[in-house]
Each structure stands twice: as structure tokens, then as C-alpha cells.
């Protein structure tokens, strides 16, 4: 079974500076998909960035980009020049499709950027 | 391009009750699963439908059974609630690994 481990609950910046966010997780499968999903106040599960884990390309999406190590199964998400709005609940999440139709998401880290 | 919808928002309902959640699916999507995600954690799968059959499930009761109709909107439906079914329930509509997530219903227990 997958699992997925976030170790941070919890971190802060400042406004305009830059953060990382941890995750690893555990499979056997070898092609699979990585997430960040973010968590407003609002609830909405919203999607940060993807990575397949067949690409070696790190994805990068405006101020967010990825650092994935395959063979260390980690997926760290780095936020640059942090705005008050990234302030809520991140997702890891782990997806490989085939018999396994679901997203396996870690416990999240709460990230509050101060101004 | 529509997204998801949940409702109702929020409700609470008595232990031993039954509810019924409802969630549209996003446009060009024929896949819904659900999430329940109890304060402080991760969202947990609950199930997932394709085409009106369940194809995936969680580790959840029986109690806990959902539809999938026609247009590819669906229904959770929990049976004989606990307290500690209460939680932000959560739709996601999908196509291959592309999700959007609805706002959630949040059902509180008492």
C-alpha cells in the first residue's frame, strides 16, 4: 500500500521570501503521479503541481516548483516570493492509476506567510 | 467549464440519522470518488464510480454507499451515523488523473 508522509505540520515565512515544504512517500509501483494541492479557508482542494515520476524534469508552475528524487521517494515543494494568499493547508498526494483508482494524501502542513 | 458542487454546505444531523450528500461532476469528467477528511488530517478515500459502478473502495462500512447517475453526478449516502463520522466530506470529479474537488459538506454529528 502507499503511503505518504508530510513531517511538517506546520510552517511560516515571510511575506516575499521562500519556502519548502516535505514529503516522501513509499510504493512499489514504478510509474505513478505526485501532487501538491493546496487548502484555502474555503475547503476547495486546489491543485498546485503535478509531476509524473517517469519524467526527470523537476515541474515548475510560476513560483512553485518541485525538487521529486525518485529513488529517495521525495517531493518537496518550494514557494518563492511567498504571498499573504499562499497562506492555508498543503497536500502531498500520491496517485499510480491502474487498480489503485484513488489519491493517498499525507496529513498536510499548515503554511502561514506573514507580513 | 463547470466545476463541482457539493450540497448542502454544511449540516448536522443526530446519531443513528441517516444523510445523503450530493456532488455535480465537472464537465467532460466520468469519474467521482469521495473523501471524507476528519479536523487536522489528510482526506481519506472512501470510493470511487465509473460509468455507475463502484470500481474502488476505502476502508469504510457498508454503512457508507454512494450512487453514480447518468450525468455522472452522485450521492454519498451514510447510514446509522456515528459521531466520529463527522468530518468535511469531499467530491472529486476526474478524467485519468486530472481532479477537481468540490468545497465540501462539512456534517457534524451530535
Known amino acids: 500500500a502507499q503511503t505518504v508522509t508530510q513531517s511538517q505540520p506546520e510552517m511560516s515565512v515571510q511575506e516575499a521570501e521562500t519556502v519548502t515544504l516535505s514529503c516522501t512517500y513509499d510504493?512499489?509501483?514504478?510509474?505513478?503521479?505526485l501532487f501538491w494541492y493546496k487548502q484555502p479557508p474555503s475547503r476547495q482542494m486546489i491543485l498546485v503541481i503535478r509531476?509524473?515520476?517517469?519524467?526527470?524534469q523537476n515541474a515548475t508552475e510560476n513560483r512553485f516548483s518541485v525538487n521529486f528524487q525518485k529513488a529517495a521517494k521525495s517531493f518537496s515543494l518550494k514557494i518563492s516570493d511567498s504571498q499573504l494568499g499562499d497562506t492555508a493547508m498543503y497536500f502531498c498526494a500520491f496517485y499510480s492509476g491502474g487498480s489503485n483508482y484513488k489519491l493517498t494524501f499525507g496529513k498536510g502542513t499548515l503554511l502561514t506567510v506573514n507580513p | 467549464e463547470t466545476g463541482v458542487t457539493q450540497s448542502p454546505t454544511h449540516l448536522i444531523k443526530t446519531r443513528g440519522q441517516q444523510v445523503t450528500l450530493r456532488c455535480s461532476s465537472q464537465?467532460?469528467?466520468?469519474?467521482v470518488s469521495w473523501y471524507q477528511q476528519a479536523l487536522g488530517q489528510g482526506p481519506q478515500f472512501i470510493f470511487q464510480y465509473y460509468r455507475e459502478e463502484e470500481n474502488g473502495r476505502g476502508n469504510f462500512p457498508p454503512r457508507f454507499s454512494g450512487l453514480q447517475f447518468p450525468n455522472y453526478s452522485s450521492e454519498l449516502n451514510v447510514n446509522a451515523l456515528e459521531l466520529d463520522d463527522s468530518a468535511l466530506y469531499l467530491c472529486?470529479?476526474?478524467f485519468g488523473y486530472g481532479y477537481t474537488f468540490g468545497s465540501g459538506t462539512r456534517l457534524t454529528v451530535v
Open positions: 472529486a470529479s476526474s
Open positions: 464537465s467532460g469528467h466520468n469519474t
Open positions: 510504493t512499489s509501483e514504478n510509474n505513478y503521479y
Open positions: 509531476q509524473e515520476a517517469y519524467k526527470q
